[in-house]
């Protein structure tokens, strides 16, 4: 019987020498001959003087060459750069046929792609390829029949599950247990989150750890910085390896002469300026802080950073004639701008410090928790990548024995693999003896171009850095630029924006070279535009309003695109009309969608979102959310208020107002409720129904319930004719099972996880795509249509920059430099250890370039028309992606600009054809039921526009450890003043006042402070003239609760006093700011926002005016307005709008 060696050895020599000879010197022809488009005029399509068919028999001829050369050169280790559409799985199914007939079994080949869906694709693919060579290679028929019996057990898969694979292998070996299991994300996010929790309860006993953390609390650092850290570092393992090893340092802290500093600002001349001028207010405030270091020996760290925004503080502020001339002027300006610079600089020295303390800290959790899963035999999948590369750097025996099981490994898209992959890749193909890697062991393919998950831990310095380390061990780098995705059309139009865009490569390890793809899809002329575009410059529009234009053109042209029979060409060459089911809307982030949601309801048009990032964000989901949360918690006012205005329950705001005008509760455990009459008590009963059987079924089957007796399914089949509500009320359930896997969870807890998935990067999709039957227009993010195709599709939300957020910790691959950054550069809370400013810059370049690849991305999914967006406001930044094209001629270059005013038609909506049938008049009780149903199906969906506002100018995290301080001041002595302000009467006599202030000095802690509170609390209800106002007034409100949804996001805080007159409401807020009356102008105006909010949301849930705004500064002794409630509000909602950041 022939041995398998000999029966490869011969199969390889089947390739005759002269063929393998020509397809090398093809090869390196096509090296040397590429032309490059940079300079090539439009006529020359790129390609010089030759003529089109000339330039498509070159085409065809180097991708022959190619394919050629990637199936025949076995013994050669190949790096293959495709380009989008080249088909570059194809390719590597070509070579796993190749290697199958030239003598390797099938199951010693690993094939990694990026998914699981991928990955069974792949196989299937194989499958046909083999099953085609059968019947060509007749002499093979016996080789490729054992493959085909092999192929179920063949490693084709992601590096997961190949890892996983290895490890019941080599379990022993790698010191788990061999029954290990895998768990989830969520799962593994939810213990690990539990075991950090009990980590730091134990660092009691740990003396040095316990200071190193006070230490930091007390400079500034909050727990959920350090729990951020702590979750951040568990998901890069790749930096839980390198930071054991060589953590940053921080040099010790020089406290400056504060002797000096106080002598020199007592030498300048304060006397001279008017008391409430700016600079004089602010030299003050800093020689207040001078003193106070002085004075405090024991805790000056502290005291340092209480003072963090004053010694922040701009100081050219005032004029020359105030200060008596230029000279005294400058004079205080430099003094103050010097001791505040060098206070910064011991400030964040000690920050350093106490940073390089924590560090370690959370590293020992993160490594010892990595051990605990192995030793438990709970691996997440993290793990396994982990494990696996250990096993082969550390471990010669298994990693030999590895080697020969495996005698080759091949990975798609490469350009979204990680280091840790990266290294196993390597590592599996290097020789242990030589140190190259062996030939003919890798096979790589990818796109360097469609590298965008960053996030994900994919590097271009890393890809790169591989590319380098094949060519020196005599890799060979073929080339696929013929595309059979796109029209001509379009790849022209991508090749002539993207070429400069990307440009020609010079710094490799941030940006690829552009190479330009070709046209292989011969396609004649269809009705439509090829490349269009729409928008433009909006003028001075806010990125608010130019979502709500944008949306509304998208949907137009969406809908012209089928009424207008815009052509579609099969595969087959078939040319057909339009349907809604071949149109896709890109997007890049999540910001983007309820514009485009409510866009789309308005026109009544099918659609549906499948990214699973945007998923968490759509109406259905956040209201499910709102009716999940207030089942849980019948203290949540808000969330109640909103599950009873959601299709749940239907009931209308006059409804609303009526009953809580009759004296209703919200709380539906009140015993008042029972004895109400209408549909909003019995959607307050149906809640605390819910509530009382909440703990007798999982979360699951709670939600899957609560669906289907509120019909929420039926409702929006009726309302929007599409299967949304449908699927997102399954997505809800299935995220409720895998949350509660393995172990019961509570609903809170539910809830709240999947309040924090919403703001995360998803990349799991809703479902596999549209069903059979449906026709309904796609939306997806960019990121979750990577590796799909679309007949037709619009890319949109291009108007606002990326906002390139790195995360708490970076590292500069080339030069392997660690930085951690953790807190709000607002307000000087940051944290840095290591060159921070020097990583971010670099990785601030990495984020761009990685945009420019997403606008790349984006615009290569289309098959037959591409249709771009280019709406941006003037006040937009070069850095956003519609600027980005038009800079680089994305509007010059395209077919035709379309309307630009197209008028937004309305399609027929569902069942809106039948007609009711006479019935006899129905019972009350069964006409309150038909009429709810009846609202509910005849009402649009109103969709409020999504924006990040405050929350993307925010790094911080509001601590929710606390919950019933909420509303209230955010320090202790301010929540126990609000407290004893909001439960005495405005009449209270010294006694009261003064046993509330103790009782609520004792309950926040702070029982040395109880006659402060008694002073503060006194003036507030005793002798000022709002208390005055209040004691007067028909009607004064305490602690009154608003809730204002603006763009998807709602905006809630509690006003502490409306007070009601005959020409509106006045609003007041108390204040304990420890603040001088000569500060309060300044300090007024950082409350200008606020003010404004309150206004918006008082005024948008009564309907009534705000005549005044008051702001009480109790320690100042002090009343003052902000400013006129109307101008207020309109200079809040546009400072919040200008302020508004994208998210991915």
Not at 22 to 34: E, H, N
Not at 141 to 147: D, N
Not at 284 to 311: C, G, N, P, Q, Y
Not at 987 to 995: G, K, L, N, Q, T
Request: proline share 4%.
């Amino acid at each position: 019987m022939t041995s398998m060696a000999s029966l490869r050895t011969a199969a390889i020599a089947t390739t005759t020498a002269s063929a393998r000879a020509a397809a090398t010197w093809r090869w390196q022809q096509k090296r040397t001959i590429r032309p490059s488009i940079r300079g090539a005029t439009s006529s020359e399509r790129l390609w010089g003087n030759h003529s089109l068919a000339q330039q498509a028999i070159d085409q065809e001829t180097e991708d022959a060459a190619t394919r050629e050369l990637i199936r025949t050169s076995l013994r050669d280790t190949l790096f293959v750069e495709a380009g989008a559409g080249t088909g570059k799985t194809s390719a590597l199914v070509e070579r796993v046929v190749a290697l199958v007939l030239g003598g390797h079994e099938i199951d010693r080949i690993v094939a990694i792609t990026f998914t699981e869906k991928a990955a069974a694709e792949l196989r299937d693919r194989i499958r046909a390829g083999l099953e085609a060579a059968k019947k060509d290679r007749a002499e093979s028929e016996a080789t490729i029949e054992e493959a085909l019996k092999s192929l179920d057990r063949a490693q084709i898969s992601t590096i997961h599950a190949f890892c996983q694979s290895v490890l019941y292998s080599y379990a022993a070996e790698a010191g788990i247990d061999p029954s290990f299991r895998v768990q989830d994300e969520v799962m593994a996010d939810r213990r690990f989150r539990e075991r950090w929790r009990i980590y730091l309860e134990d660092l009691a006993e740990d003396r040095e750890a316990g200071r190193a953390i006070d230490r930091a609390l007390g400079l500034g650092l909050s727990t959920w910085h350090i729990e951020t850290l702590a979750v951040e570092l568990s998901r890069r393992p790749d930096l839980a390896t390198l930071l054991p090893a060589d953590p940053p340092q921080a040099d010790a802290p020089v406290w400056p002469d504060l002797e000096e500093m106080s002598a020199s600002l007592e030498n300048l001349p304060l006397h001279v300026p008017p008391a409430d001028d700016q600079l004089l207010v602010r030299v003050l405030r800093l020689a207040s802080v001078v003193t106070e270091l002085l004075r405090s020996e024991v805790d000056r760290e502290s005291t340092l950073a209480a003072a963090a925004e004053i010694i922040d503080m701009r100081w050219g502020v005032s004029s020359q004639p105030a200060w008596g001339g230029k000279e005294n002027i400058e004079r205080v300006r430099r003094v103050a701008s010097d001791i505040a610079c060098r206070l910064n600089e011991t400030l964040h020295a000690c920050r350093s410090e106490a940073l390089a303390a924590v560090v370690p800290v959370v590293v020992r959790f993160v490594v010892e928790d990595a051990y605990r899963r192995a030793r438990e035999g709970a691996l997440t999948f993290d793990d396994l990548i982990v494990l696996v590369r250990d096993l082969l750097k550390g471990n010669r025996e298994a990693a030999q024995s590895l080697r020969a099981r495996y005698e080759v490994m091949l990975i798609d898209e490469f350009q979204d693999t990680d280091p840790l992959q990266v290294e196993i890749a390597l590592a599996f193909a290097t020789d242990r003896d030589s140190g190259a890697p062996e030939p003919g062991r890798l096979f790589l393919v990818g796109d360097p171009k469609q590298s965008i998950y960053r996030f994900r831990r994919a590097d271009m310095a890393i890809y790169s850095q591989t590319r380098k380390a094949i060519e020196r061990s005599g890799g060979l780098f073929p080339v696929l630029a013929l595309n059979r995705r796109s029209r001509g059309i379009l790849l022209d139009w991508v090749n002539k924006v993207f070429a400069p865009l990307i440009g020609p490569g010079w710094e490799q390890d941030i940006q690829p070279e552009y190479r330009p793809i070709h046209e292989a899809r011969r396609v004649g002329n269809l009705t439509g535009p090829g490349v269009a575009w729409i928008g433009g410059d909006a003028g001075d529009a806010n990125a608010r309003q130019v979502r709500e234009i944008e949306a509304g053109q998208v949907v137009a042209n969406c809908l012209a695109a089928v009424e207008e029979g815009w052509q579609v060409a099969e595969r087959d060459g078939m040319v057909r009309p339009a349907t809604f089911s071949d149109i896709a809307v890109l997007i890049p982030t999540r910001a983007v969608l309820p514009a485009l949601e409510r866009a789309f309801s308005e026109a009544a048009l099918p659609y549906r979102v499948e990214s699973g990032s945007l998923i968490y964000r759509t109406q259905e989901v956040r209201d499910l959310l709102n009716c999940l949360t207030a089942i849980d918690d019948p203290a949540d006012e808000v969330a109640i208020v909103a599950s009873l205005r959601s299709a749940a329950f239907a009931c209308s705001d006059v409804q609303l107002a009526e009953y809580k005008a009759a004296g209703g509760p919200w709380n539906y455990l009140s015993p008042r409720l029972e004895m109400l009459p209408g549909r909003v008590a019995d959607a307050l009963r149906t809640l605390a129904a819910y509530h009382q059987t909440r703990h007798d079924c999982s979360v699951a089957a709670l939600v899957d319930r609560f669906a289907a007796e509120t019909k929420q399914v039926e409702i929006g089949i009726l309302d929007a004719g599409n299967r949304n509500s449908f699927r997102r009320a399954r997505f809800v359930v299935e995220q409720a099972r895998a949350f509660e896997a393995g172990e019961p969870a509570s609903l809170r807890a539910f809830v709240n996880w999947m309040e924090s998935r919403a703001g995360e990067a998803i990349l799991d999709n809703e479902g596999a795509g549209l069903d059979d039957d449906e026709d309904a227009v796609r939306v997806l993010t960019i990121h979750g249509a990577k590796g799909l195709e679309f007949p037709i599709v619009f890319v949109a939300g291009l108007g606002t920059a990326p906002t390139n957020r790195p995360g708490a910790y970076l590292i500069d691959r080339s030069s392997g430099e660690i930085g951690v950054c953790i807190g709000s550069r607002q307000g000087n809370r940051s944290f840095k250890l290591g060159p921070i400013d020097l990583l971010m810059e670099q990785e601030k370049r990495h984020g761009d370039a990685e945009y420019e690849r997403l606008l790349y991305v984006a615009t290569t999914r289309a098959r037959d028309h591409l249709i771009v967006s280019l709406y941006h406001s003037q006040r937009a930044l070069n850095s956003c992606g519609a600027r980005k094209l038009i800079d680089h001629g994305a509007a010059d270059n395209a077919q035709k600009r379309l309307d630009l005013e197209r008028e937004v038609k309305t399609a027929k909506r569902a069942f809106e054809d039948l007609e009711p049938e006479a019935t006899e008049e129905p019972a009350e009780h069964e006409f309150e039921e038909s009429r709810q149903a009846l609202v509910a199906g005849a009402t649009v969906r109103r969709y409020t526009s999504a924006t990040a506002l405050g929350a993307q100018n925010k790094d911080e995290k509001t601590d929710e450890s606390e919950p019933w301080a909420r509303g209230r001041g955010g320090t202790r002595l301010g929540r126990a003043v609000h407290a004893a302000i909001q439960s005495l009467p405005f009449d209270a006599e010294d006694p009261v006042i003064s046993a509330f202030a103790r009782a609520q000095a004792v309950a926040e802690a702070i029982p040395h402070r109880a006659a402060e509170v008694e002073r503060l609390v006194r003036w507030v209800l005793r002798s000022s003239q709002v208390a005055e106002r209040a004691r007067s007034a028909k009607r004064a409100l305490r602690e009154v609760p608003f809730a204002v949804q603006m763009e998807g996001t709602v905006l809630e805080g509690f006003i502490d006093l409306v007070i009601e007159g005959d020409d509106g409401m006045e609003i007041v807020d108390w204040k304990t700011d420890q603040i001088a009356a000569e500060a309060v102008p300044e300090r007024l105006r950082e409350y200008k926002t606020q003010a404004g909010l309150y206004v918006y949301g008082l005024q948008a849930a009564t309907g009534r005016r705000a005549s005044a705004v008051t702001y009480v500064f109790a320690s100042a002794q002090v009343e003052a307005s902000p400013g006129e409630p109307a101008h207020l509000s309109r200079t809040a909602q546009e400072q919040l709008t200008s302020s508004e950041g994208s998210t991915t």
